[in-house]
Structures are given as C-alpha cells and as structure tokens.
C-alpha cells in the first residue's frame, strides 16, 4: 500500500489543527474521512451533471443516471457479486436490516427464530425486535466467550429447525472478532435452511470481501465508514431471493404498473428502491470503492492486521488499562478500552485536547457492555490513514490524561 | 450574590485558562472538592437523562431559597454540575425561573458545552430551570 503519509494528504481533513494539534484521528469505526476524490465527485455531479435519475430524455438525467448505474457494477465487482442487479442502494446499514427484517420476517410463521449474537450492533437488533414483535418471532442470542469471540458450540446448539435466519457481525465494533464465516455458512447450511445476514458495517471497510466464496445470502454495508459519503449503504442479496421478496418501501421509481387500486413492482434492484434515490451519494461512494480498489482491499487488510498488532502491544503496556479485544490471530483494527475508577468520557475529552479522536458511550453495543458490567468504553479504531505514530500519540495522550484523572 | 455575578465571576476564573485542558483541569478541581452528596441520592429520581455520563442533581427548598446537590460518575461532567449547581443555589426560585442568562454563550468550555439540544449541559440546565419554575408558578 502507499505510504500513510501519501494517503492522508489525499484527505483534507488532516490539514486542520484540533485545540492547536495534528488531528489524530481514531474514530472511523464511527465514520471515517473523505478523500478528496471522493468530495470532488459529488461537487463534479452538482455542478455537471445534476439531474433526476431514470426519468429524463435529455443528456443530463443520462448522464447521472449512467454515472448512477456505474456505481451498482463497481460495487458488485468490489464484493465479487454475481450480477449488479444484486446491489440495492439504501441511506446506509442501518437501513439495510430494516429492509431485510421488514421484508423477511412477514413470510415467517409466529414461533420461528432469528439467532443474532451477543455483540450485535443495535443496527443487527432492534429491527428484529420489531419485526419479532409484530409477527411473534422469537430471538435468540450467540453467547460471545470471555476471549471476545463467538461461542462455536453454543452457535451450534442454537441452531435448529426453527432457526429462519440467522443475522451476524462479520468484524465486531466492539472486539474487533472476526468471525470465521465460511464455517458459520456452511454449519448454518448443514443444519438449517435458515437466511444467513452478514453486517459488513465494519469488515467491508478493512477486509477483501467475496460474497460468493462466503456463501452467505445477504450483506449490508455502510458507506460513510468506507470512505463514503453519509446517506448511503448497500444491501447485497442473491438474485433468486431477493426476486421473491416484497418491497418495503412505496413510491415512485419502484414500481412496473400503477393503477389505483394496485400496482406492480419494476424488477430487482429498483423495486426495493423507492423514490428519488440518494444518487448523488451513490457517486460519491462509488469514488470511494475506486479509492479503495486503487489501493488494493488485500493491501488495505494488510495494513489493518499490521497496524492492529502494533496498537494492541501499544495499548496493552498502559498501566491499568482494560481492553476489550479477542484473542484470536485475525482480528480488526478496533479497541474498546477502560480504566478502573475513571470515566471512559473524562479520557475522551482529556484525549481530544491532544487532538485525539475517540468515540466514548457504549457504542451501539449497550446488551454487551451491560453483560460486562461496563457503562462505557472509549474506543480507538485504525483505517487506512493511520500509522504507528497515531496509536503512540494516543497511548502518550492516555496515560498523560490518566495523570490528572486519577 | 446574584446568578449574574456569580456567572461573571466563574467567566473570570475560566479565562485565566487559556486551552481547554486547563479548563477541563479546573472542572476536576471543583468536582475533587464536590465531596459531600450522599451515594443513597445516587437514584434514578435524581438522574439527569441525556448526558453521556451519570449525573445526578438533587434540588431542595431552604428558606424560601433553593438548593440544588450534584453528583456525576465522571469527574469532568461532575465538575460542570457542581458549577452550575453553585450558581444557582440559594437563589428564589422566581430569580432562577427569569433568569434569561443563557450559560452556554457565556461560558467557552469547548466540546462539552456545545449548545446542541442533546448536551449534557443542557439537561443539567433544564433540569434546573423546570424545578424552579413548579415553584416559582
């Protein structure tokens, strides 16, 4: 990969002081920063291209719309879909589930199963727990280990003939746990015929992805933290399923025929793609899997495994600190941290008046810390514009802070 | 003294802290000496909802003045409460209801009193004010 060095100088956000420091920026679990490639291709739109997509007869509703379009094929590349018709945009992951709980759950029957795990974002939860409230689904839990990582056997013992979709994490936010997923697929398969759901929030961002090697039947990403502009994500499904499933959403650009008393639904993926869609974003993001892919995403997950052991052996010589991390080899780039007796948010703002940027709170995660007994963590999380120097400047930073907090 | 000057005094013992650590080092200072609120009034009735951390604000009447005890599970956010809490205490309950200063203006403490409606801050301060105003009505 290039030198971080190089890469931060294609995003202009380093260019700031923060309370008079370089920015050290530890926060794109959260969301990460934009490359100027990708902030100039949504200015290039507005300013060039601009027009509704999939409406106009005129060279610039073309344009975008084919500039639109583009995005679905560079994507499907990205993650080695089998078609681009298997790409639907949405406003992000979180939108993602929602779709996938609404759309999948109703076909249920009252008394089936969806099996989650411990440390699922709320994002993986809370529209099962709609949807299993609204057609009387039950939810179980994957137990997570006291090393941070999935509980195997438990994963087996849960699973069963009720079992009707299964929906997972495939880099935790919190553990940084990498779940072995081809495995999980083909247990699933093997005893099952449950949906398999991956979250890519946070693996599509770090890991070379192959939907089809995996095996699995559906994938939602997050574009924002994937260099991305906010507002968009992507749901990949398998064609066959996602033909048989029913839209969410109502409105224009979805639909084949409309009379006022029915209507019928245009063909995947525009079905599940319901008015003016945020396609400007969809360039943008589309800018970001070019960034990406320019780099390489094997190059891109070298560099997180480098850089995650380098933090880790950093993080784990402060005194006093507790980290939140699996055990396992393979692992992301993410370490949700805490101290004793001090307060997770006192250590953020201390660690931002060095510049440092942290997420503090409980992450989306708040089942998993409340099993930990933990009211919240700070969380420092690597991506592709970090390098040694920022996780020593944050463990400077920390145990500076931890000083006066003590 | 009055919440006006109360509130000109800790503008003048902030800016004698020039970058935000030495203001959040200040805000650790007043919390270390805020010793006294007992852990029983750790309850979800006296819990301030919207700040990322636990605070608690207990207020009571004394003499026709109120009093409001703070309480907080991070040292910074207790530091704030006990700042606020000391300047609205033993102030009436009408003087705290028409008070028209707005603390977030007034005081530059950087990211933790930015006036975003889901701020810490400014839940301690509503929380006040609701408080004085039942009385005050």
């Known amino acids: 990969m290039k030198q971080v060095s190089e890469i931060k100088k294609d995003f202009p956000i380093f260019q700031r002081l923060i309370n008079g420091k370089e920015l050290t920026y530890l926060d794109s679990g959260a969301t990460s920063q934009k490359p100027n490639i990708v902030i100039d291709s949504m200015s290039e739109v507005y300013k060039q291209n601009n027009a509704n997509v999939h409406r106009g007869t005129y060279v610039l509703s073309s344009e975008t719309t084919s500039k639109y379009e583009d995005v679905r094929n560079k994507f499907k590349n990205f993650i ?27 076909d249920l029957s009252e008394g089936d199963e969806i099996l989650l795990s411990e440390i699922e974002h709320h994002a993986n939860i809370i529209p099962w727990q709609m949807a299993a409230d609204k057609y009387g689904l039950i939810i179980k839990y994957i137990n997570v280990d006291k090393n941070f990582n999935l509980d195997m056997d438990h ?112 063909p995947i993926p525009h079905k599940f793609e319901a008015g003016t869609p945020p396609y400007v974003e969809a360039i943008g993001l589309g800018a970001a899997v070019d960034y990406l892919s320019d780099l390489t995403m094997a190059e891109v997950q070298k560099h997180s495994d480098h850089l995650r052991l380098y933090a880790k052996n950093t993080l784990e010589n402060i005194n006093g600190i507790n980290i939140i991390h699996t055990d396992s080899e393979n692992a992301g780039c993410t370490f949700a941290m805490s101290v004793d007796g001090v307060h997770a948010t006192d250590i953020s703002l201390m660690l931002d008046t060095y510049g440092v940027a942290v997420r503090a709170g409980h992450h989306c995660v708040q089942p998993f810390h409340r099993k930990l007994n933990i009211d919240a963590t700070f969380r420092a999380t690597g991506y592709i514009y970090n390098d040694e120097k920022d996780f020593d400047t944050l463990a400077n930073a920390i145990e500076d802070s931890l000083k006066i907090l003590r | 003294m009055s919440i006006e000057a109360k509130v000109e005094q800790f503008k003048k013992t902030l800016s004698l802290f020039p970058n935000p650590q030495e203001k959040y080092q200040y805000l650790i200072e007043q919390a270390k000496l805020n010793e006294d609120f007992p852990t029983e009034l750790r309850i979800d009735e006296f819990k301030v909802n919207g700040c990322q951390s636990q605070v608690w604000l207990v207020p009571e009447e004394r003499e026709e003045k109120l009093h409001f005890s703070s309480d907080s599970d991070a040292l910074i956010a207790k530091g704030l409460v006990t700042l606020i809490a000391s300047i609205y205490s033993d102030e009436s309950a009408q003087d705290i209801a028409s008070s028209e200063i707005d603390l977030m203006e007034e005081f530059e403490l950087g990211v933790i009193l930015s006036p975003a409606r889901r701020n810490g801050a400014f839940s301690m301060l509503k929380t006040i004010k609701e408080f004085a105003k039942k009385l005050a009505d």
């Open chain 1, 80 to 106: 080695n879909a089998n078609s681009p018709e298997e790409i639907i945009f949405t406003k992000g992951c979180t939108e993602g589930f929602n779709l996938l709980a609404n759309s999948l759950c109703k």
């Open chain 1, 155 to 266: 994963l087996e013992t849960q699973l069963t003939n009720n079992t009707k979709i299964v929906s997972l994490v495939g880099e935790s936010n919190i553990s940084g746990m990498l779940p072995d997923i081809k495995n999980i697929n083909k247990l699933i398969k093997s005893k099952t015929e449950a949906l398999f759901i991956l979250d890519g929030a946070q693996l599509v961002p770090h890991r070379e992805i192959d939907v089809q090697d995996l095996g699995i039947d559906f994938l939602c990403v997050s574009g924002h933290k994937m260099l991305g502009p906010t507002g968009i994500g992507v749901v990949w499904g398998k064609k066959e399923l996602l033909e048989k499933m029913d839209p969410v959403y109502g409105g224009g650009d979805m639909i084949e025929e409309v009379y006022y008393d029915k209507a019928t639904w245009a």
